[in-house]
């Protein structure tokens, strides 16, 4: 059974720019999160989406976007990157959510120069 | 609300040597309680689960951890550590509240010497 896959792994930006991280979640997984990881704040929670539908948000600003399609596959889209938007991005799935264990991706690190 | 407080940023032990990383929790509710592992420039990989059923959890790469509701801790131990050990833990908890809420904790630094 596949794992999450997320893409790409990494990609160097300007700032200014805006930006597409794509997750596939594990086969049969209907809940998609994503979480932002820096060195100075750790493991911050964006949003998750279940069944196309978002059902939580983190306290990022309006820049940070996301969307879950039929499939459960997701995006999230960062636009006008700022230098402090380069992070690992990490997507994560689970079958529902239930408080289900959550499975993650190997992450997209993202550079803004 | 809950809340998982890890008790250490870093920790060294020696190869061979027992592992304890320690973690508490604050939860309203029956919680789900998860260790997780990264190593450099990976993702988390689940290392085990607690979901109200044995109080002592046994995962992956002879990781275990026992939940004690009394002290509302739930600590991670490995008898004899391993030099691939090394790596940052993460303890989480988790609970439905109309939707799926995950809190992790700052995450424990581990070092192995040989």
């Known amino acids: 059974k596949a794992g999450v896959t997320q893409t790409p792994r990494y990609l160097i930006k300007t700032r200014g720019q805006q930006v597409t991280l794509s997750c596939s979640p594990i086969?049969?997984?209907?809940?998609v999160s994503w979480y932002q990881q820096t060195p100075g704040q750790g493991l911050q929670f964006l949003f998750e989406?279940?069944?196309?539908?978002?059902?939580n948000k983190g306290n990022f600003p309006g820049r940070f976007s996301g969307r879950q399609f039929s499939n459960s596959r997701s995006e999230m889209n960062v636009s006008t990157l700022e230098l402090g938007d380069s992070a690992l991005y990490l997507c994560?799935?689970?079958?529902?959510?239930?408080?289900?264990?959550?499975?993650f991706g190997e992450g997209s690190w993202l550079t803004v120069v | 609300a809950q809340s998982v407080t890890q008790l250490d940023s870093h920790v060294s032990v020696s190869e061979g040597t027992p592992v304890l990383l320690r973690c508490n929790y604050s939860?309203?509710?029956?919680?789900?309680l998860f260790w997780y592992v990264q190593h450099p420039n990976k993702g988390l990989q689940l290392l085990l689960k607690?979901?109200?059923?044995?109080?002592l959890v046994k995962g992956i790469n002879g990781f275990e951890a026992e939940f004690k509701k009394s002290e509302t801790s739930f600590h991670l131990t490995k008898p004899s550590a391993h030099m691939s050990d090394a790596a940052e833990y993460f303890c989480?908890?988790?609970?439905?509240?109309?939707?799926?809420?995950?809190?992790f904790g700052a995450g424990t630094r581990l070092f192995v010497k040989a």
């Open positions: 086969s049969g997984h209907r809940s």
């Open positions: 989480v908890v988790s609970r439905p509240t109309g939707g799926f809420k995950t809190i």
């Open positions: 607690y979901t109200s059923a044995a109080t």
């Open positions: 939860s309203s509710y029956s919680p789900s």
């Open positions: 989406y279940f069944s196309e539908t978002q059902r």
């Open positions: 994560a799935s689970s079958f529902d959510t239930s408080g289900n264990t959550i499975y």
